[in-house]
């Protein structure tokens, strides 16, 4: 991986509100990158549906923010951390239509649908964390 | 926090979504228009979203299962004025709005209740 890093936020994820916020800083830094309509819409919803999933599955965490760049494209990169329960069957929970809260089972596997790529890194019992990026069309 | 105001259009309920909805917001929006269903027997609702740039799985959950609960209650539901990105967006996240009434915006939504919205 051989990106560099224009930019770089952290945001704490430590009451339901923060997923309204979240989701505000990571459509402002869209539309500051010019990302179109649709693919700021896109990372804006992802972004809510991932902060979700750390409040409800975990009470809390965090979301890093960053603008990303690999030689000529440009992109936006948002990792959420959190400690909470972890998830035993990661490949799953990518295929949707798994939940185990309140949801319907598509914050994952709808939020990678929604974006170029997402990666799940996860422990029961130690946390997760979920890294998505998303590059601007030409 | 602000509570969304549900307005009377003779016999039809009209919310106007024009804030971001929380999920605190999105369900005491939806009970409070059950309540308004019951209380001025409503024959149709109306729930207008062309203002909401953003509706994740958790809010389109929220009108799909308000559409099915009027519905339960003997009243139609039409969610209008989705927006481009929302309907992509809801659609390539595998989410299916199903058992929902849309239109395209108010004037069609109101005239699928059967009421005309006419130039005088």
Request: net charge neutral; proline share 2%; with cysteine.
């Amino acid at each position: 991986m051989a990106e560099d890093v224009l930019s770089r936020e952290e945001l704490p994820i430590a009451r339901e509100d923060d997923v309204v916020f979240v989701r505000r800083r990571v459509r402002a830094i869209a539309s500051e990158q010019k990302l179109d309509s649709f693919a700021t819409a896109a990372v804006t919803t992802a972004t809510s549906e991932l902060t979700r999933n750390v409040w409800v599955h975990a009470r809390g965490g965090t979301a890093v923010i960053e603008q990303i760049r690999e030689g000529a494209r440009v992109g936006m990169r948002v990792t959420f951390r959190d400690s909470g329960p972890g998830i035993a069957d990661v490949e799953r929970v990518l295929r949707g239509g798994f939940s185990t809260a309140r949801s319907m089972g598509l914050g994952l596997s709808g939020s990678r649908r929604l974006v170029d790529a997402l990666t799940v890194e996860s422990e029961v019992g130690k946390g997760t964390t979920v890294t998505f990026v998303k590059w601007k069309a030409f | 926090m602000s509570a969304i105001p549900i307005l009377r259009l003779g016999h039809v309920l009209l919310v106007n979504v024009n804030v971001e909805l929380d999920d605190e917001i999105a369900t005491r929006m939806q009970n409070d228009v059950l309540l308004a269903i019951e209380r001025w027997e409503a024959e149709g609702l109306v729930i207008d979203i062309s203002g909401l740039e953003v509706v994740d799985s958790y809010v389109a959950r929220i009108l799909a299962e308000t559409g099915q609960m009027t519905k339960l209650m003997g009243t139609r539901c039409v969610v209008c004025g989705m927006r481009p990105e929302v309907a992509a967006t809801l659609t390539r996240m595998g989410y299916q709005m199903s058992g929902v009434m849309t239109a395209l915006n108010l004037a069609d939504g109101l005239s699928l209740l059967g009421y005309k919205l006419e130039r005088v």
